[in-house]
């Protein structure tokens, strides 16, 4: 476990917080801590919309559960949770909640949303933004393309290595027809342009990964850009998701092909947040599941993941260790220590989600490393199903929410004593 520098009462991770917030949190990280409900999380949600309506339902959970474990829905609530976190010297990954549209006219308003949020971001410590393919192109399109990109890679020996040569836009036309290709193309301008302010302004441009039936098709979109924007440092990075039986071989196969291309390595390292997505879809279609069967194998991958990064790493590249899990954390330490990569400007950084072990982001901040907060916003209606998968994500890591509810009756406990 990572080492804390004085009492937990000396580091008091919810110090900042003002009794409402502090309630707020407490409320919400109790129910998060209750399987039963949140297993049930969509049902209470449809049930709710059922007995108070759609917009009763949204405005009570974007003043509750909202405020916890998101920046809420304006570009100025957002400012004020970026402010908060750079007074603890930490920097956010902003991510525009916006999945599953499906006008043009929507997707374009996301695009510019995102850019609006990369601009945001520079005024605060390690910007960066967080890209959900999905929410720039059609869901339905973006399948399709992913089950060609799988066929076309089953004709090779290692589909990570085809992945990492080919571009996206290789052989569409045996696949779909001019518009299709042309909402495609749409996509790639959409992310070019993000890639570009992000480019210019010195945002970091996470991708992140989504549910396998799209992740073909969204490292394609990623490699391409990568292609492009990381040839003398960092600028966009894939994110390789440790819970996937294939993801040391995925790693394996990103890193030699950009060490091949002298592109520099940008990297988001996440465990996976669709576990029960993934294995009732597997379930339903009677194959393997293509996540990890236990925990412990998750968490060996995790760490072998970050060693073999590590043994690649050089000045600009940029790796985000996003975890809550406090022996990666300290893993990670020694890797920086190893490799003699400085704190703050080494370009690594740990991340960890608004609202979520507030503990081990005040801890390493503390200790002068880089910080990151993955902080969400945007439309409430929208926001809800990312707060739902997030507290189903959680509810499986009871004992650590049971020590984020303790550390925040202690600090009623300190501010009742002071």
Not at 131 to 154: P, S, Y
Not at 159 to 171: A, T, Y
Not at 222 to 251: C, G, R
Not at 373 to 378: A, I, K
Request: proline share 2%; glycine share 6%; net charge neutral.
């Amino acid at each position: 476990m990572l080492q804390l520098k004085g009492s937990i009462s000396a580091i008091r991770p919810f110090k900042n917080q003002s009794n409402f917030e502090l309630l707020n949190t407490l409320i919400a990280s109790n129910f998060c801590a209750r399987p039963y409900l949140v297993q049930n999380i969509n049902h209470l949600l449809w049930l709710s919309n059922l007995l108070l309506g759609k917009h009763a339902t949204c405005y009570y959970i974007s003043q509750t559960a909202g405020k916890v474990f998101s920046a809420g829905e304006t570009y100025q609530e957002l400012k004020t949770v970026l402010q908060k976190l750079a007074a603890q010297k930490m920097g956010g990954i902003i991510d525009y909640c916006a999945e599953g549209e499906t006008s043009v006219e929507g997707l374009d308003n996301n695009e510019k949303a995102i850019i609006q949020a990369a601009l945001c971001a520079t005024e605060y410590p390690y910007p960066s933004v967080a890209i959900k393919v999905t929410a720039l192109i059609n869901t339905d399109l973006l399948e399709r393309l992913n089950g060609f990109m799988l066929k076309k890679l089953q004709r090779g020996s290692d589909k990570f290595i085809r992945i990492f040569n080919e571009s996206v836009f290789d052989g569409l036309e045996t696949e779909f027809d001019e518009r299709e290709i042309k909402e495609i193309e749409n996509c790639m301008g959409r992310l070019r342009r993000i890639a570009n302010v992000c480019r210019d302004k010195g945002v970091s441009m996470m991708i992140d990964a989504e549910q396998t039936y799209f992740q073909a098709a969204i490292d394609s979109f990623t490699w391409t850009l990568q292609n492009e924007y990381n040839k003398s440092s960092a600028i966009v990075l894939t994110t390789i998701q440790s819970y996937l039986k294939d993801s040391e071989s995925k790693l394996s196969s990103y890193l030699h092909s950009s060490k091949e291309k002298n592109l520099s390595i940008g990297i988001k390292l996440v465990r996976g947040a669709y576990i029960r997505e993934e294995n009732d879809l597997a379930r339903r279609k009677g194959v393997p599941s293509p996540i990890h069967d236990s925990k412990e194998a998750t968490n060996y991958a995790y760490h072998s993941n970050t060693d073999t990064i590590f043994s690649f790493y050089k000045p600009g590249d940029q790796l985000c260790i996003a975890s809550h899990n406090w022996l990666s954390a300290e893993f990670g330490k020694e890797k920086l220590y190893e490799k003699k990569i400085d704190r703050l400007k080494g370009g690594v950084t740990f991340g960890q989600l608004l609202g979520m072990k507030s503990m081990m982001s005040t801890v390493l901040a503390s200790e002068h490393y880089a910080v990151q907060r993955y902080v969400p916003f945007g439309p409430s209606e929208k926001l809800i199903p990312y707060l739902a998968r997030r507290a189903i994500e959680q509810s499986q890591v009871v004992g650590e929410l049971h020590e984020q509810v303790k550390m925040i009756n202690d600090e009623f406990k300190i501010r009742a004593l002071s």
